[in-house]
């Protein structure tokens, strides 16, 4: 490759020859054709297409040529300028087709390598599941609340219609809290000295909410609650329940069969349905039982032993929870006027949907922690 | 409550079809939530028959006594030659009648009887005891000996009804009429529309001023008392079979004839009866309330000192029974006794029926730990018209079995009373369901359940004694709306107003876990029971707030009577149960409330219910209940990253456990400030005392490090275990809210990069913070890259921090001299904050 002439005469410019313009571009489309990778190549565009490549030069010469000289010049060199360029073009596309074809293939991975560096966590499905069925009824206007765990008696009983020497009381399975100064112990009529429980239901929630919220109120609360049940594979001691509560005007027991509909529906597909039974809980009248079409057989396994059901236990139905219109007594005992509001509430178990829904076998895996059982469940549910 | 459905069907005419299953069906949709239904002798088949001890030979030379025996059992095995059988009990003599299963035959369990040689003879068959014929405990255990009246070669499955249908019904609360065959019939009438016979519509004779001497000083307490006496009981007189085989199957033992038959007349109608041996019964029968410290020794063998509130039944000595709940010992009828001077038992009997308050009963079965049947049904709600018809049927039953005598004389006390009534809209019904069913279906469902109703629009319904449960108008119209079928009922929904979604702390609690989640940490829920012992093993100090727990009375475990305050020793006892079971590289959270006892714990008062309480009411209540904030916690041990084929890992360290506290406070948008920090649990040169800043205030909200060795080693964790806690509720109060959006500029970053040299014990956040301040508005960003600590280079107890400082205007490209200018100013305020001089 030549170097740029610096002591030309300005009349006389060897560089704006034909031979010589000539040259520079066969020069040019040589050590393209030379480059044997993108590397090289990029060399070879510096080189002959750059700021201080030969043709660049000579291309600032052309400036010092008489005018007449100019045109003609000023031609050869912008079509030599051309062809170098297109022949960089295309041997960059050539080289460019050969990296694909050759040099990534050769820069190949092993992508089934395992990258387990920092392992996924997880939040636990107690958790997820709540939020789940909550987003069910935040979607159809209700509000989530809480409340303590440690209640007062009042709230966990009295105010439910539980009054002191009601049977439910003592069927409760309580644990009661001591009083502050540490004795006091004993069991007193219907409750303890301190009058203070851990709830053994999120009901408290629907009290504090009907004496806190402004009327109509349509609440979903969630919630740990406690049971003097030793931990074995169907019972524990600590729970978690999903209630809702709806007071309004006018609402009937159409609207809580309706509601529970729809929340099977939501977590469970189309078609799904629930069904009621006549029960006694205090805080309701008319009280039922609430079970769902099982999700799995959706109740062909019910007198068809050659198809049993593991879910449902060829039951057809699946046991939820309680539910019933709120006892006008609660809804005195919470200032709202019985004559004029009417209400319906539900509640069941968190745990025990979680067994059914998610084929959980044995109680004892959702409490012990165990990150075997938890980081299946990801994230959401 | 057990219901045969042999019984049931005295009392309903069911159509003969009709199954056990059938009936269950009808009456869980009623509302009787009927269990599980017992196949009673399902697999059991003949040659069952009833057969006479003809000869016994004992068998010597065996471990245990053996019987050779002849029976004689009639035609019943085609020849009629006596059958030999060896039989190992030994509660039988010769001439005795006894159940005897043939070859051919199969007892419950599938257990087929064929002739087969055992201890050298052949044994055609067996002598069977009534565990082997699925009758239930008789307490005997020996083989069943029957009334010498009953016919030899009779087919035994008839005789003792071994094939049956037995209903078990888990009776609700609300509805101790149904805790009787006749409640259930009444139910099962109405569910098929069949007429009930009712057992309780029988002759009984009116009082008059002959009876037992009876005084009820608390009409209150006991508002009905029936007293009737029968004598010339024979001793020896025994139940029938019909009336043990009743009993047996809905779950009784059969003791004597008076007790059984007052046991079966409870079972049959609902009202619990008590017979009192006459000849034991000193004078008047009272009933009062104890006198504190009466004592009673009761039918159990228990002696109880009495409450005052505790209702009694008394003669002239005191006490002689718990009123409704159990008898006392010193009245109790005696079993038959065969003495010398002939047959020895109760000849005379009173029987009391009476009518007790609920809650009085209620109380005093609570107050003595003590449940039996009388006290379930008096608590649950028994008919006070039903003593009168009760006692008579039990007076006839002893008369027929016993070969008594009723008294003429005839005892009611009874306290006047009346009927409940309640008025109700005829469309209430309607408005509760959502259905029209219309006045007529209404009042002919209410009649249906007993009620009596009058009125039309307004109607004014008085409830069968019965049902004490009917109370209010809700409680008719679910009458109404269980008979005409919850499954009828449609499926509509409310028209609600619009909610506002989730709160901020909620929403905040879901961030919280999905960012500690997204960081590798798996949720770990804990129980809150801890023992006190796990303070010392937290290393807390003796005055620590924490030690101040929250007990309970009745804890699962004594070993962990208390409620948690911090979630610690929940969470790492979830790390050791992990580590145990073969995970070492662990990271787990919970998010979780932890309870504090306020300065003055008040008890929580008792409100009333007839009005809603006032706000200061509400007020007193709170202030009884613990403080109760969330806490959110992190414990790690073991890799944080994995080693692997992309090289070396990292351990999980201090460092990780501050991270992860930062990651909460940047959800709950709280500036976390980091310093160092000593508290209990964690290791006093690498724990980090979080602090927030809210309303001016700065707040320790938790720590964060590497525990402290003593503690990993009281509580058998891995080494080097690290954990955060933090209060979320004090941070969430710290956050600030809306994030405000930066103005991002597009002029070209001057990057400058510092290393400082400081004294060791300098925290890099002092020297940053001065950095920061000092570079001023121009700075965008700063980052230590590198801490270095090297003696021969820097100098005995020194280290040098290495900062990337970016530089950006908002309105021009910064020149290379005022980026400079800024930094060097920031070098300027380290040194003269923290003695950092730049390294040269």
Request: with cysteine.
């Amino acid at each position: 490759m030549s170097a740029p002439n610096k002591s030309y005469d300005p009349v006389e410019v060897e560089t704006l020859k034909p031979e010589e313009i000539e040259r520079m571009r066969d020069e040019a489309l040589a050590a393209f054709a030379a480059a044997g990778s993108l590397d090289a190549l990029h060399e070879a565009k510096v080189a002959h297409t750059g700021p201080a490549s030969p043709l660049a030069l000579a291309n600032r010469e052309i400036g010092a040529l008489p005018p007449h000289a100019k045109a003609e010049a000023g031609k050869r060199v912008g079509m030599a300028r051309g062809g170098v360029n297109k022949a960089l073009a295309a041997r960059q596309a050539e080289l460019e087709a050969e990296r694909d074809a050759r040099v990534l293939v050769e820069e190949d991975v092993d992508v089934t390598l395992p990258y387990d560096r920092v392992r996924s966590g997880a939040r636990h499905p107690l958790t997820t599941l709540s939020e789940r069925i909550e987003d069910i009824f935040v979607a159809m206007g209700y509000e989530v609340a809480e409340g303590p765990q440690v209640e007062a008696e009042w709230f966990n009983f009295d105010a439910l219609n539980i009054g002191p020497d009601h049977p439910a009381r003592g069927e409760a399975d309580t644990f009661f809290v001591q009083t502050a100064s540490g004795g006091g112990s004993a069991v007193r009529e219907g409750g303890t000295e301190s009058g203070v429980v851990l709830r053994t239901h999120t009901s408290p929630v629907q009290i504090r909410s009907l004496l806190e919220r402004e009327l109509p109120v349509y609440v979903i609360c969630p919630g740990r609650v406690y049971r003097t049940d030793e931990l074995d594979a169907t019972h524990t001691p600590v729970f978690h329940q999903v209630e809702l509560l709806a007071v309004d005007e006018g609402l009937t027991m159409a609207d809580l069969k309706g509601t529970l509909d729809h929340m099977v529906q939501s977590l469970f597909g189309e078609g799904m349905k629930t069904r009621l039974r006549p029960n006694f809980f205090p805080f309701t009248e008319p009280s039922a039982e609430m079970d769902m079409l099982c999700y799995v057989c959706k109740g062909e396994s019910v007198g068809n032993p050659d198809r049993p059901c593991r879910t449902c236990s060829s039951e057809g139905w699946i046991e939820l929870g309680g539910c019933g219109m709120v006892n006008p007594r609660v809804l005195t005992a919470c200032g709202v006027d019985p004559e004029k509001y009417s209400g319906f509430a539900f509640g069941f178990g968190i745990e025990r949907m979680l067994m059914f829904r998610h084929n959980v076998e044995d109680m004892r895996d959702m409490v012990e922690g165990d990150v075997r059982f938890t980081r299946p469940f990801g994230m959401e549910i | 409550m057990r219901v045969p459905l042999s019984w049931l069907r005295e009392y309903v005419d069911l159509p003969a079809t009709e199954t056990g299953r059938d009936v269950q069906e009808k009456l869980v949709s009623a509302g009787l939530e009927v269990e599980t239904v017992e196949q009673l002798g399902a697999d059991l088949k003949g040659p069952l028959v009833v057969g006479q001890v003809l000869t016994i030979e004992e068998l010597e030379g065996f471990k245990k006594p053996i019987r050779f025996c002849t029976v004689d059992v009639g035609r019943a095995n085609g020849t009629g030659e006596p059958q030999e059988i060896v039989c190992g009990a030994r509660n039988f003599v010769v001439g005795d009648k006894v159940v005897v299963v043939l070859p051919g035959a199969t007892l419950p369990g599938g257990f087929s009887i064929a002739a087969r040689k055992t201890y050298g003879r052949t044994s055609h068959g067996m002598i069977c005891s009534g565990d082997e014929l699925g009758m239930g405990d008789d307490g005997s255990h020996g083989i069943i000996v029957l009334p010498p009246e009953t016919e030899v070669g009779r087919n035994a499955i008839e005789l003792l009804e071994l094939v049956d249908e037995v209903l078990d019904i888990a009776v609700t609360a609300n509805r101790g009429d149904c805790l009787s065959i006749r409640g259930v019939a009444r139910e099962t009438a109405i569910a098929y529309g069949l007429p009930l016979r009712d057992p309780a519509l029988i002759d009984v004779p009116a009082p008059n001023a002959y009876g037992y001497p009876v005084q009820v000083s608390d009409p209150f307490g006991c508002d009905r008392f029936t007293a009737r006496t029968v004598t010339g009981l024979r001793p020896e007189a025994r139940s029938p079979i019909w009336l043990q085989r009743r009993l047996q199957k809905v779950g009784m033992r059969p003791i004597s004839l008076a007790v059984d038959v007052t046991n079966y007349v409870m079972m049959e109608q609902g009202q619990p009866l008590h017979a009192y041996d006459r000849s034991l019964v000193r004078g008047t029968i009272g009933v009062r309330r104890a006198q504190e410290g009466d004592k009673l020794v009761t039918l159990d063998g228990v002696e109880r000192t009495l409450h005052a509130e505790d209702l009694v039944i008394t003669d002239d000595r005191g006490p002689i029974g718990l009123a409704g709940v159990m008898g006392g010992a010193n009245t109790e009828i005696a079993d038959h006794e065969v003495t010398e001077n002939g047959v020895n038992g109760t000849s005379d009997v009173v029987i009391e029926a009476a009518h007790f308050d609920a809650v009085a009963i209620a109380r005093t079965s609570r107050r003595h730990k003590l449940l039996s049947e009388a006290s379930r049904r008096f608590e649950r709600g028994v008919d006070p018209n039903a003593a009168a018809a009760a006692a008579q049927r039990t007076v006839d039953l002893l008369v027929l079995l016993a070969g008594g005598t009723a008294e003429a004389g005839v005892t009611e006390v009874v306290a006047p009373s009346a009927p409940h009534t309640i008025t109700v809209p005829a469309d209430h019904p309607d408005k509760v369901a959502g259905v029209e069913y219309g006045r007529e279906t209404v009042v002919r469902r209410l009649q249906e359940v007993g009620c009596d109703v009058y009125g039309q629009d307004e109607l004014i319904v008085t409830v069968p004694s019965w049902r004490p449960d009917l109370v209010d108008p809700n409680d008719l119209a679910e009458e109404v709306i269980r008979l005409e079928g919850y499954e009828n009922l449609p499926s509509t929904l409310p028209k609600l107003p619009s909610g506002r979604g989730l709160t901020h702390r909620q929403r905040l609690h879901r961030r919280v876990g999905r960012a500690l989640a997204g960081a590798g940490y798996v949720e770990a829920p804990n129980y809150p029971f801890v023992g006190e012992q796990v303070f010392d093993q937290l290393g807390l100090a003796a005055d620590d707030p924490a030690r101040r727990v929250v007990k309970l009375v009745n804890p699962l475990s004594d070993e962990e009577p208390a409620l948690r305050t911090t979630l610690l020793p929940g969470l790492l006892g979830a790390l050791r149960r992990n580590g145990g079971r073969g995970a070492h590289d662990l990271a787990l959270f919970e998010t979780g409330l932890v309870f504090h006892p306020r300065e003055e714990q008040r008890a929580a008062v008792h409100l009333p219910v007839d009005r809603r309480p006032t706000d200061a009411e509400i007020a007193t209540l709170n202030a009884a209940l613990p403080e109760q904030p969330r806490h959110v916690a992190v414990v790690l041990t073991g890799a944080r990253e994995q080693a692997g084929w992309w090289g070396e890992g990292r351990p999980a360290g201090w460092a990780d456990a501050v991270d992860a506290a930062r990651a909460v406070a940047r959800e709950a948008g709280a500036d976390l400030v980091v310093r160092k920090g000593q508290y209990g649990p964690w290791h006093p040169g690498r724990c980090a005392e979080l602090v927030v800043v809210a309303d001016g205030t700065e707040q320790v909200v938790g720590h964060a490090g590497e525990l402290h060795p003593r503690v990993v080693k009281a509580l058998g964790l891995p080494e080097r275990t690290c954990a955060t806690e933090l209060n979320l509720d004090a941070l969430e109060a710290a956050g600030d809210g809306v994030p405000q959006a930066p103005r991002i500029s597009t002029f070209p970053v001057a990057t400058q990069d510092v290393a400082l040299v400081v004294e060791r014990p300098v925290p890099a956040a002092d020297v940053e913070a001065a950095l920061r301040e000092g570079a001023g508005e121009l700075l965008e960003s700063i980052r230590l890259f590198d801490v270095y600590e090297n003696a021969e280079q820097l100098g005995e107890g020194k280290k040098s921090l290495a900062y990337a400082l970016r530089f950006r205007a908002g309105d021009r490209t910064l020149t290379v001299d005022e980026a400079s200018a800024a930094r060097d100013a920031a070098i300027a305020l380290a040194g003269e904050r923290t003695g950092a001089v730049l390294r040269g």
